[in-house]
């Protein structure tokens, strides 16, 4: 292969690279896996290197049956994470309409999307998972708090920015009461709110 062969194919890889990079942008690693005997951490990588996971709420229209939503969330800029997940949703969804009914919600995030798991089943122990239980609220409008969610929301989903006005989303939070981790064979991790909120990333 000639000169200009190698620098043709070089710079084609490149490119690659990069446009695969911009394509996965929300599953990108900005921290590496922590260690697994570090609760506190392994929780709070988990939700900042995640985009999305399960949201479960009380249905009325299921007599109170569990709800289950695949939804998009944040919980603060690249690197910046606060812990606490961001929502962005439409009363037109199920999701929303429960939760002004009933806060009660609790919501789910594996490790597996991440692909940090390798080949191991994503119900393996090793492959973490994290369930926050809590009190899923509206955000006030135009307050402090929701333009943090929303920064944080279109810095990681920048597809909402675009979504219809007519459709009434509205910026979500967790508040956060209970926490269920596995990263690793034992069973459940102890971690504490108050552990998993002031952990320094």
Not at 76 to 82: A, E, F, Q, R, Y
Not at 144 to 153: G, H, R, T
């Amino acid at each position: 292969m000639g000169t200009k062969s190698r620098t043709n194919c070089f710079y084609a890889l490149f490119f690659l690279l990069v446009d695969f990079q911009d394509s996965v942008q929300g599953r990108l690693l900005l921290i590496n896996k922590p260690d697994p005997n570090d609760p506190a951490a392994s929780a709070r990588w988990l939700v900042s290197q995640n985009s999305w996971g399960v949201l479960n709420t009380i249905s009325s229209d299921l007599g109170g049956a569990p709800f289950g939503n695949v939804v998009s969330f944040s919980d603060g800029l690249p690197g910046k994470g606060s812990g606490i997940p961001y929502f962005y949703l439409t009363t037109l969804d199920p999701t929303a309409k429960n939760a002004l009914q009933d806060q009660r919600s609790s919501f789910t995030i594996s490790e597996y999307p991440l692909g940090t798991c390798g080949k191991k089943d994503p119900e393996n122990p090793s492959c973490a998972k994290i369930t926050l239980t809590g009190k899923l609220k509206v955000l006030k409008e135009n307050s402090k708090e929701a333009e943090i969610a929303k920064s944080a929301l279109f810095a990681k989903h920048p597809e909402m920015r675009g979504w219809p006005k007519g459709h009434n989303f509205q910026f979500f939070k967790l508040d956060i009461e209970d926490i269920f981790l596995i990263n690793w064979f034992g069973g459940p991790k102890p971690l504490t709110v108050d552990q998993y909120l002031h952990y320094k990333v």
